[in-house]
C-alpha cells in the first residue's frame, strides 16, 4: 500500500523558512507524482508544488520564487521548502500523489507565519 506522511509543520515569522518533509513507502517517489496541496481555513484545498516521475517541477504563481520542491532518492521522500514565508502561507499542507484524480489525504502539517 502506497502511503505518503507528511511533517515539519511549525510556526515562523514571515520572511522566515520552513521545510516540509513527505516520506513515500509502498514504491519509489521516482515511481510517481507527489504533489503538495495546502488548505487555510475557510478556504478550498489549493496546489503549491509537484514534482513528475521525470523529476519536472510546477508551482502554484503564488508560491514561484520562493518555494522548492525536490526529492531525495535515497531516503524516499520529497521535500518541500519554504523561503520568505508569508502570513498568507499560513494553513495546513498535505502531499499526496498527484498523479491520481482521487488521491488519498493524511493529516497533514500545520504551517503558522506571524509575527
Known amino acids: 500500500q502506497v502511503q505518503l506522511v507528511e511533517s515539519g509543520g511549525g510556526s515562523v515569522q514571515p520572511g522566515g523558512s520552513l521545510r516540509l518533509s513527505c516520506a513515500v513507502s509502498?514504491?519509489?517517489?521516482?515511481?510517481?507524482?507527489v504533489g503538495w496541496y495546502r488548505q487555510a481555513p475557510g478556504n478550498q484545498r489549493e496546489f503549491v508544488a509537484d514534482?513528475?516521475?521525470?523529476?519536472?517541477?510546477n508551482y502554484a504563481d503564488s508560491v514561484k520564487g520562493r518555494f522548492t520542491i525536490s526529492g531525495d532518492y535515497a531516503k524516499n521522500s520529497v521535500y518541500l521548502q519554504m523561503n520568505s514565508l508569508k502570513p498568507e502561507d499560513t494553513a495546513v499542507y498535505y502531499c499526496?500523489?498527484?498523479?491520481?484524480?482521487?488521491?488519498?489525504w493524511g493529516q497533514g502539517t500545520q504551517v503558522t507565519v506571524s509575527s
Open positions: 514534482i513528475s516521475r521525470g523529476g519536472s517541477t
Open positions: 509502498g514504491t519509489h517517489f521516482r515511481l510517481i507524482a
Open positions: 499526496t500523489r498527484s498523479d491520481l484524480k482521487a488521491p488519498q
